[in-house]
């Protein structure tokens, strides 16, 4: 993406040099399947447990608690079908909130059809989840708490040691879906009582295509994918070796980083926040303003609409992102905005600027410059915009 | 989801944005809710549209349809506009996403919607009026 400003590491992030680095050999050389006996099988073998060990310590988690997943999607839907089917005998009740990732909501919806009863906890209008609010849901048919650690669209952090006390407390299994904020946030899966964590590499400069399920030593959701023996039986298929390699590697340097990656980003950030307030009116920032990922901004500019400003913004070379209607094909905009009560024209109108290492303060001075430019002309094509 | 050439050209230079200000039709079609919202005010004059402007809150293909909606009609007269049909509008931007037909049906209803608007201060009567939008979205889905 040569030329292009990238303002959407929620999206994905570029694979590091470093991390591809470490992925190469095991694409042809050290290609051997791990599962085979022979001598140079060992080397895949070795390199995908060393893998594990190394993710297992950034999450505070075991090496034997770490099941490779093709990525985030799979890791939900594992950790929400299976515990479900595994625990159908102890009741059927699910909590989990409105905003959650289409990968869990879509998994709650499908388990509501199949004759699970699932709760959808409304955030607050600060995108924050209160304890409070689960405690009150919980029946003694619930069997499942699963909640986001990060928002994929507002960045808003949920207060996960307090949920995983509460779920421990009343003996709950606890999933939360970690893509957003594993390698951007301290994460110990143990202080904060997690039963089971989702988490994909390509959100922190890995490949795509690879992630993994922590599930805590002694809860046991239903096996997902059946085949042979990988993953100690309990996800079938050939190890993604190379992606595994690279995961650890990206996830290793993320952790190593995490404070001072956290500080520059957040500060960075700010400064974006600060700058787009200041300078153009009729401006809305979404989510709460400390309790969030320190690379992520969401706002909404009133009276114009998402997709016209993404495609604005990419005819000056950025890319970014926006909870609009237009931009999921659908005619609804963003589930998440909706669920922190904003009016749906305010949310068509929304903007998801997530920052990476690539980013500068100059890219973000050239942003809010080109920002106000473009808010400005469709603002006067707008028939709600009226000046004065 | 790509958008052609001369979408882009319109969303970039839209033609006849504004809001007339001698206007004697004015229409409003749409709503915030379904994110797009078309306004069409012109100047009539001896059943002839001699002066259209347009404002639209919406995406790429919002703004692009009544762009060319408002140039399609311009000059013409009040059956003529009538007849001009969201396939028009298409055609004229080299195809439109599935999923953004709808907003080229949003802009034939604004043109009905402003003549509507003329002929109800006027006292005129013309046939092929349809009515406009009624704030349902699924309406207008796959219409083509
Ligand atoms: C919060 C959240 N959950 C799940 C996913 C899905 O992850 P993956 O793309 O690895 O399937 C994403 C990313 O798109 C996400 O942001």
Known sequence: ?388 | MEYTKEVMEHFVNPHNVGELENANAVGEVGNAKCGDIMRMSMYIEDGIIKDIRFKTFGCGAAIATSSVATDLVKGKTLEEALMVTNKQVIDMLGGLPDVKIHCSVLAEEAIHAAISNYCETTGIELPGLKKHCDGCCECCKGEE
């Open chain 1, 1 to 388: 993406m040569k030329g292009q400003i990238y303002f959407d590491h929620a999206a994905t992030t570029a694979v590091k040099p470093e991390v591809i680095a470490k992925m190469l050999p095991y694409f042809a050389v050290d290609y051997a399947n791990p599962s085979s006996v022979y001598s140079i099988s060992r080397t895949a073998r070795h390199a995908v447990e060393e893998s594990r060990e190394t993710i297992a310590q950034c999450i505070g988690a075991d090496k034997d608690e770490i099941y490779f997943t093709s990525g985030g999607t799979e890791a939900d839907n594992w950790a929400i079908r299976g515990s479900a089917y595994a625990n159908k005998n102890k009741g059927n009740h699910i909590i989990t909130t409105e905003f959650e990732h289409h990968a869990v909501l879509h998994t709650c919806k499908q388990l509501e059809k199949e004759g699970f009863e699932v709760t959808y906890i409304k955030p607050d209008s600060e995108g924050i989840i209160h304890t409070s609010d689960i405690e009150k849901a919980i029946t003694d048919k619930t069997i499942l708490i699963t909640i986001m650690f990060a928002n994929n669209e507002i960045g808003t952090i949920q207060p996960i040691y307090e949920i995983g006390k509460l779920a421990k407390e009343k003996g709950i299994l606890f999933h939360t879906d970690a893509v957003q904020a594993v390698g951007a946030v301290p994460i110990n899966v143990k202080e904060m009582n997690i039963d089971m964590l989702s988490m994909s590499a390509h959100k922190f400069y890995g490949p795509k295509g690879i992630g993994a399920l922590y599930v805590r030593k002694g809860v046991r959701p239903q096996v997902f994918m059946q085949g042979g023996a990988q993953e100690k039986n309990r996800r079938a298929g050939t190890e993604n070796v190379p992606g595994i390699v690279g995961f650890a590697a990206a996830l290793f340097d993320a952790c190593m980083h995490t404070e001072e990656n956290a500080l520059k980003l957040g500060q960075m950030r700010d400064y974006l926040i600060t700058e787009v307030m200041n300078k153009i009116p009729y401006v809305k920032l979404n989510g709460h303003i400390s309790k969030r990922l320190p690379n992520n901004a969401n706002f909404s500019f009133e009276f114009i609409e998402g997709e016209a400003l993404l495609l604005s913004l990419d005819l000056e070379g950025i890319a970014a992102s926006s909870g609009s209607a237009c931009t999921s094909g659908s005619l609804d905009p963003s589930h998440v905005l909706l669920s922190i009560g904003l009016p749906h024209e305010i949310a068509h109108g929304s903007l998801r600027i997530t920052l990476g290492d690539d980013n500068t303060y100059y890219q973000i001075d050239y942003l809010v410059e080109k920002l106000i430019t473009i808010v400005d002309r469709l603002r006067k094509m707008s028939p709600l915009y009226h000046e004065n």
